[in-house]
């Protein structure tokens, strides 16, 4: 069973554009499934998870490009970096596009290799996993969010009003396809192997994890600060590792497509901002797996209740964004009087921020931190609060209270 992504289309425009394509993301995705589906007959699949095409890969990569002649799609590209000259040389000597298309799960050693080969040849696109639109089976294309009236307005028509449970489901159970495309599934089970596989697989790959309870003690910290300041030396006390050995597997984490960083926008305009990054998990499935939340009611009621809605929230903005084939600049704001914006999303140089609140009764209080964005001397475009209220409707001039139904 496969669900219709929204990258989609703009997989067909990097294609058209590119000799290759890089399809990057955490395990398990979609990334193989999406490019799968999305191939046609003359395209052979590829995956370096096979023992014997590794070695080849790896030790003769001539003769594998003469047994796999391109078009091509090679699954995990990062076990064997050293096709990717050879990938260079065949892009040069026939500049037609769409010649291979690649995957990756760990994005450091591979992004390093790809910027060293194929710079200037090769289309990057970052996979999460499904968003709500995904998951909801909503044919329409879906555009990156801005909280304006005319795109609210659009979601409006579109979009169905969501519950309080059934947005907890939606938080608790996560969004890896393989949890949606079976009905039988096991989530407790799956997110188990999930992590095995991760830290045997990745992690080794990535850093000499010698102590794996470590390693997994240290997740569950990092997983229990999401949607908080990251402060290194709380999380290496915690995890009972030092702080360096924090900052490294901190990095893994990223770099594997496990957590975002959400920078604070800071400008030498005001020198009270704070500079420590906001930590989020990118599935809020395997975060509540990992905190030990056992249902969507429990979660609910519990205290990462509100942390959890507010990483939720973020991501399912990142996925509009990212899966429409966009970037995006985004930023929280902070001083040093704690004073604190969640969101704000630059876009041809104006600032629109948000806030994320779990309540039905949004308040003017609840955007009462958005006038000291005019001392940053940047045009304020319109903001909103994002919460679980049923309908869109204005606060201030150009500021909305908007349904989370709505993102």
């Known amino acids: 069973m496969y669900t219709k992504r929204t990258l989609e289309n703009y997989i067909d425009k990097a294609t058209n554009q590119f000799p290759a394509l890089l399809l990057i993301g955490a395990r398990q995705v979609g990334k193989t499934t999406l490019l799968k589906h999305l191939s046609t007959d003359k395209r052979t699949y590829i995956t370096l998870d096979d023992p014997d095409i590794l070695n080849l890969a790896k030790n003769d990569p001539a003769l594998f490009f003469k047994r796999f002649p391109p078009p091509l799609l090679i699954d995990e590209i990062q076990y064997a970096p050293e096709l990717l000259p050879y990938i260079k040389i065949l892009i040069d000597s026939n500049r037609q596009s769409g010649t291979f298309w690649l995957t990756g799960s760990q994005q450091f050693h591979l992004m390093k290799g790809v910027s060293e080969s194929l710079a200037g040849r090769v289309g990057i696109i970052n996979l999460l996993g499904l968003s709500k639109h995904e998951i909801m089976n909503k044919k329409q294309n879906y555009n990156s969010f801005l909280p304006t009236l005319d795109e609210i307005g659009k979601r409006d028509i579109i979009n169905k009003k969501i519950s309080l449970k059934e947005l907890y489901q939606l938080i608790w159970r996560g969004s890896y396809p393989a949890l949606y495309n079976s009905g039988n599934i096991d989530k407790e089970l ?218």
């Open 190 to 407: 799956f997110y188990s192997s999930y992590i095995q596989t991760y830290i045997q697989r990745d992690v080794r790959d990535l850093a000499k994890v010698g102590d794996e309870t470590a390693f997994l003690r240290f997740i569950k910290a990092t997983a229990a600060r999401t949607g908080g300041l990251l402060n290194m030396s709380d999380l290496a006390r915690d995890a009972d590792i030092a702080p360096n050995t924090a900052k490294s597997w901190l990095s893994i984490l990223k770099t594997s497509g496990i957590i975002y960083l959400l920078e604070p926008y800071y400008t030498n305009v005001s020198k009270r901002l704070v500079k420590s990054p906001k930590l989020y998990f990118l599935d809020t499935g395997l975060c509540s797996y990992l905190t030990g939340w056992s249902s969507p009611e429990t979660l609910e009621l519990g205290a990462m209740s509100g942390a959890m809605l507010e990483t939720w929230i973020l991501i399912e903005i990142l996925k509009s964004y990212w899966h429409n084939g966009k970037n995006g600049s985004f930023y929280y704001y902070r001083d040093k009087d704690s004073n604190e914006i969640d969101l704000l999303i630059e876009i041809d140089g104006t600032i629109y921020p948000i806030e994320f609140k779990k309540t039905a009764s949004p308040r003017k209080e609840h955007i009462k931190h958005f006038h000291l964005l005019q001392k940053l001397n940047m045009p304020i475009g319109s903001g909103g609060v994002i919460c679980l209220c049923d309908n869109y409707l204005p606060l201030e001039e150009n500021i909305w209270s908007i349904p989370v139904s709505l993102i």
